[in-house]
């Protein structure tokens, strides 16, 4: 996950040192680094669970 993150990190880097020329690249530029944004912080936030394993009640007959 820690690869993942430094990817979501360099690529909000480039969006926010693209020049702007224009009124929609800022557009482009405020809705990719929302969007990454997001995607960082639910990787971020995301925590692994190891599986349950439930105890089997078995009979024997």
Same mark, same amino acid.
């Given at each position: %996950? =820690? /690869?993942?993150?430094?990817? &979501?990190?360099? !690529?909000?880097? =480039? =969006? #926010?040192? #693209?020049?702007? *020329?224009? @009124?929609? *690249? /800022? @557009? %482009?530029?405020?809705? %990719? &680094?929302? !969007? &990454? #944004? !997001?995607? =960082?912080?639910?990787?971020? *936030? @995301?925590?692994? /669970? !190891?599986? /349950?394993? #439930?105890? +089997?009640? +078995?009979?024997?007959?």
């Amino acid at each position: %996950m =820690f /690869v993942l993150d430094m990817l &979501l990190i360099l !690529a909000m880097m =480039f =969006f #926010l040192f #693209l020049p702007i *020329t224009d @009124r929609k *690249t /800022v @557009r %482009m530029k405020l809705c %990719m &680094l929302c !969007a &990454l #944004l !997001a995607m =960082f912080s639910v990787s971020a *936030t @995301r925590t692994y /669970v !190891a599986p /349950v394993q #439930l105890a +089997g009640i +078995g009979s024997t007959h």
